[in-house]
């Protein structure tokens, strides 16, 4: 299930443990390219851990200010079901965080999860529906009844 907006917002006020929530590893990484990202080191997903990076929009929208957020949290949090199926189904990397070069993993990473994502369209497409191109992902991919 896609986490509320109340639970994200508690996820960016508690922060994350000493465990990433996707592999359940020791949360250890490296950086990306974007301020205070990193990648978690197992199964690649991203975190802010340098403080709050959300947008003044999103602060304002939910009255608080950027001293409510966690300095270490998930900034994927919303997406975290499928991420988290996804590593534990198939531990691969996730092709997920922001390069502005080439990015750490290969083109066979990006069409695993995206073949994957449309094998699994039923369980997620409503849910996320704003947060994927569906249509061009189970063309592009194909679909479970098209195996
Ligand atoms: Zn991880």
């Known amino acids: 299930m896609r986490p509320t907006e109340l639970e994200i917002l508690k996820h960016y006020k508690n922060g994350v443990g000493k465990n990433c929530l996707v592999c359940d590893e020791e949360l250890k990484g490296y950086w990306t390219d974007?301020?205070?990202q990193i990648k978690c080191r197992t199964c690649g997903m991203t975190y802010q851990i340098l403080g709050c990076h959300?947008?003044?929009e999103y602060l304002k929208k939910n009255?608080?200010?950027s001293d409510d957020i966690a300095e270490r949290y998930c900034d994927n949090f919303d997406l975290l079901p499928i991420y988290r199926d996804y590593y534990q189904e198939?531990?691969?990397i996730l092709p997920i965080g922001f390069y502005m070069g080439k990015p750490p993993w290969s083109e066979e990473?990006?069409?695993h999860f995206y073949k994957w994502l449309a094998q699994?369209?039923?369980k997620y497409r409503v849910e996320y529906k704003d947060y994927f191109y569906?249509?061009?992902i189970i063309k592009l991919f194909g679909s479970k009844?098209?195996?």
Do not use: R
């Open 34 to 36: 974007y301020n205070g």
């Open 63 to 65: 009255n608080i200010t």
């Open 120 to 122: 699994n369209a039923d």
């Open 90 to 92: 198939n531990k691969k």
């Open 145 to 147: 009844n098209e195996d």
């Open 54 to 56: 959300l947008k003044d």
């Open 134 to 136: 569906w249509d061009t």
């Open 109 to 111: 990473d990006d069409e």
